[in-house]
């Protein structure tokens, strides 16, 4: 069984959120486990999420969950080595609805981030 890679001082960062609206929509809630509440992004053709680590980790599986109706037609998946330049390692294509959706990926090579 996997483990999450998401710690206390995993830095994220998220290219918009809805209305500018962070205590209701901001980047706190997607990992908070609660299924009441998520990061909502503002509109847009090209919405992002970074994720800074620590340490480097080694990633097997991507979980993600969207609400119905608001789904990414294509998730990219890039990622770099500490100090390293940022390439794709995968993309994954999400069902439109509220369902978990996990999608296993091959990294070779351990990660400082992951866009």
Sequence with gaps: MASSVICTE???????????DVKQFGK???FDSNEETCWNSDQGE????????P?????????????GGFTAKTCRLEG???????????Q???????SLQISFILITQYLSRLV
């Design 46 to 53: 090209c919405q992002w999420v970074s994720l800074e680590f």
């Design 80 to 90: 770099c080595p500490k100090d390293g330049d940022i390439t794709v390692i995968g």
């Design 10 to 20: 995993t830095q994220s960062r998220v290219s918009t959120v809805l209305n500018r």
């Design 92 to 98: 994954i294509y999400p069902e439109d609805n509220n």
């Design 28 to 30: 706190k809630f997607m």
């Design 55 to 67: 340490q480097s980790v080694r990633v097997s599986e991507l979980k993600v969950q969207f609400q």
